[in-house]
T-cell receptor, first 116, second 115 residues
Framework: DAGVIQSPRHEVTEMGQEVTLRCKPI?????LFWYRQTMMRGLELLIY????????DSGMPEDRFSAKMPNASFSTLKIQPSEPRDSAVYFC???FGAGTGHSPLHFGNGTRLTVT | GDSVTQMEGPVTLSEEAFLTINCTYT??????LFWYVQYPGEGLQLLLK?????DKGSNKGFEATYRKETTSFHLEKGSVQVSDSAVYFC??????????????FGQGTILTVHP
């Protein structure tokens, strides 16, 4: 299995531009998570989906952030407009979430976003 | 809400030294507990897990025991190697039926092992 695939690996953009991060979860997994990692705040859960439906988006910092999962094999995280404080590594993770809490997460290698 | 607290790092050790990274948690109910490891430039990988009290998770020489009475899940390894240098995250998953595998992570502990 190829694992969770994220693209791009690196993104550099100017403040005010739209940024779209992409994720392909592991085939057969039905839960998908978006995390943000920074030195100051560590790992923060932004949003997660189960069976393509957003379950909890309380971690999304503000309306500039939006996430979609149009089908079981693809998700996007969009920032519009981007700001320098959005600079971070964004991770996508998937699992076979049966609701028991025992299933481990499988992480992608992340997208390093730099907003200048 | 749920929370995880890890010992502050960074931790620097010589090869073959004994490693302990402390982790305590606060949760309602009976969570599952995990240790994840992150190597430079990569995503997190599951290292080991324990799903109920007194369970011991182990992998690659690392061990951690789920201690409900002390709400702890300390990571240990008897003899570290240079290749163990990484960031280690303790995490918990609410065992409730609506968690869908959502994890709450500690802040991470940077481990550096010198030859």
């Amino acid at each position: 299995d190829a694992g969770v695939i994220q693209s791009p690996r690196h993104e550099v953009t100017e403040m005010g531009q739209e940024v779209t991060l992409r994720c392909k979860p592991i085939s057969g997994h039905n839960s998908l998570f978006w995390y943000r990692q920074t030195m100051m705040r560590g790992l923060e859960l932004l949003i997660y989906f189960n069976n393509n439906v957003p379950i909890d988006d309380s971690g999304m910092p503000e309306d500039r952030f939006s996430a979609k999962m149009p089908n079981a094999s693809f998700s996007t995280l969009k920032i519009q407009p981007s700001e320098p404080r959005d600079s971070a590594v964004y991770f996508c993770a998937s699992s076979f979430g049966a609701g028991t809490g025992h299933s481990p997460l499988h992480f992608g290698n992340g997208t390093r976003l730099t907003v200048t | 809400g749920d929370s995880v607290t890890q010992m502050e790092g960074p931790v620097t050790l010589s090869e073959e030294a004994f490693l302990t990274i402390n982790c305590t948690y606060t949760a309602t109910g009976y969570p599952s507990l995990f240790w994840y490891v992150q190597y430079p430039g990569e995503g997190l990988q599951l290292l080991l897990k324990a799903t109920k009290a007194d369970d011991k998770g182990s992998n690659k020489g690392f061990e951690a025991t789920y201690r409900k009475e002390t709400t702890s899940f300390h990571l240990e390894k008897g003899s570290v190697q240079v290749s163990d240098s990484a960031v280690y995250f303790c995490a918990l998953s609410d065992a409730g039926g609506t968690s869908y595998g959502k994890l709450t992570f500690g802040q991470g502990t940077i481990l550096t092992v010198h030859p």
